[in-house]
């Protein structure tokens, strides 16, 4: 296994992003029993999105997966405070298939948003953007990307500019916004978030993500006059 530090996002009147210390971390994984069967380890199976700075394994050492819209993924192991990469070597162990233990790991999402009854969403204008958040407190927020009819349920029966600037938050624009608002807002995100994701904004139109594509607004007014 390989460890990737992953702070948990905090709630709006606290710092936007909080680093484990390190000694919860290195307890995080003298704790971690690898050696334990795939029923106890399941559960804890996450599916890690691509991150913009580098990892520190190399992908031909890793388990991936590409979901649409050309998403490609590798296999964590949730640990609390830090998670752990699951190298192929781990599955041979468990003795599962990739494919197997990628179903499983959104599987564990699936079940963590029924079991919710209800999703506490930020509403807030940045630069007079209306925008919708939602962190779920455990980490698993940005891979509701993977499973768009999850992603609905979270935000509704609406089409809009998704945004997955880190492992534990999504965010929803009007679909009309111009694009490069949306990569100021994912750059600013970058800044303060030594693991902030690699994503480009997703297009969330009738249930489905897609690549955003289009001539922003202002190009368009700008081509209009001439």
């Avoid at 992953?6 to 709006?12: F, H, I, K, L, Q």
């Avoid at 936007?16 to 399941?42: F, G, R, Y």
């Avoid at 969330?204 to 922003?216: C, E, I, K, N, T």
Wanted: proline share 8%; aromatic share 6%.
């Amino acid at each position: 296994m390989r460890l990737v530090i992953v702070g948990p996002m905090t709630t709006a009147d606290e710092p936007l992003v909080e680093t484990a210390p390190v000694e919860d971390i290195l307890s995080a994984i003298e704790s971690a029993d690898l050696q334990a069967p795939w029923e106890e380890m399941a559960p804890d199976l996450r599916v890690a999105l691509p991150r913009r700075r580098q990892l520190p394994v190399g992908p031909d050492e890793l388990v991936s997966h590409t979901y649409a819209p050309g998403i490609e993924t590798v296999l964590g192991l949730d640990i609390g405070p830090a998670m752990l990469f699951v190298p192929p070597q781990q599955l041979d162990t468990w003795e599962v298939t990739a494919a197997e233990a990628f179903e499983r790991a959104l599987d564990n999402v699936r079940e963590r948003v029924a079991a919710r009854k209800q999703f506490a969403l930020v509403h807030e204008r940045i630069a007079d953007v209306p925008t919708l958040a939602f962190q779920s407190r455990e980490g698993w927020a940005s891979q509701l990307l993977l499973l768009p009819d999850e992603l609905v349920r979270v935000f509704g029966d609406r089409n809009g500019l998704v945004l997955a600037p880190m492992r534990d938050l999504v965010i929803c624009l009007p679909l009309g916004v111009e694009r490069e608002f949306a990569h100021w807002l994912l750059d600013e995100f970058a800044e303060i978030d030594m693991n902030a994701l690699d994503l480009p904004p997703l297009a969330l139109v009738d249930g489905q993500l897609r690549q955003a594509v289009g001539v922003p607004a202002s190009l368009r007014r700008t081509a209009a006059t001439h």
